[in-house]
């Protein structure tokens, strides 16, 4: 295989055509057991040496999915929980067929207003993934309190506050939008 697909954990068809490998060599690199299929358009490189991440596999089996809540939280160093799964948004009308034994996924079924706010992609050497910044983590976490704790919701904002490139504006934004001000300035009030 070239270099640049040894480089990256899991390689589409479309990465695979665009690098000139046609249907023929990608099934004689299955057969030689460098490629293995994990859904109908991705493979995982097995040949791969790399650094190994959980959210390359996230990315991998949920193309549309965002790194969020405590697994996005951790990413950003804002807690010392260490999620038991990955933690990834999905589009409440897209569906996934397949989902890897390891890492454990847990899918989030969001809204489109809340799916498509505060997106950034991550690239790693060849690799890439999707994961909400950092105010829009917070303000999540925030909203879904319930299920992801108050304890650590309470982490969550003691340690965003304490960062020197927190942008407090930005965090106001996503939580007017998302409908969730009055809880965000309810927990800013108790904890400065």
Request: hydrophobic content about 35%.
């Given at each position: ?47 791969y040496t790399g650094d190994e991440n ?139």
């Amino acid at each position: 295989m070239d270099k640049l697909i040894e480089k990256k954990r899991f390689v589409t068809i479309t990465e695979l055509k665009r690098n000139g490998y046609s249907y023929y060599k990608i099934e004689k690199l299955v057969e030689e057991g460098l490629l293995q299929r994990i859904n109908k358009t991705t493979f995982e490189n097995l040949s791969y040496t790399g650094d190994e991440n959980d959210f390359y596999s996230a990315e991998a089996y949920v193309p549309d999915g965002v790194i969020c809540l405590m697994s996005a939280a951790r990413y950003y160093e804002l807690t010392n929980f260490l999620p038991d799964a990955v933690d990834v948004a999905i589009n409440r009308k897209k569906k996934v067929n397949t989902l890897p034994e390891w890492p454990e996924i847990k899918l989030y079924y969001y809204q489109p207003i809340r799916m498509d706010l505060g997106v950034k992609e991550v690239h790693e050497e060849s690799n890439c993934f999707h994961i909400f910044d950092i105010e829009k983590t917070v303000v999540d976490i925030v909203y879904y309190r319930n299920k992801v704790g108050i304890e650590e919701t309470k982490e969550v904002l003691v340690n965003y506050l304490k960062r020197q490139d927190r942008q407090i504006d930005r965090l106001y934004a996503y939580a007017k939008k998302l409908r969730c001000e009055k809880i965000l300035r309810t927990y800013l009030e108790v904890l400065l």
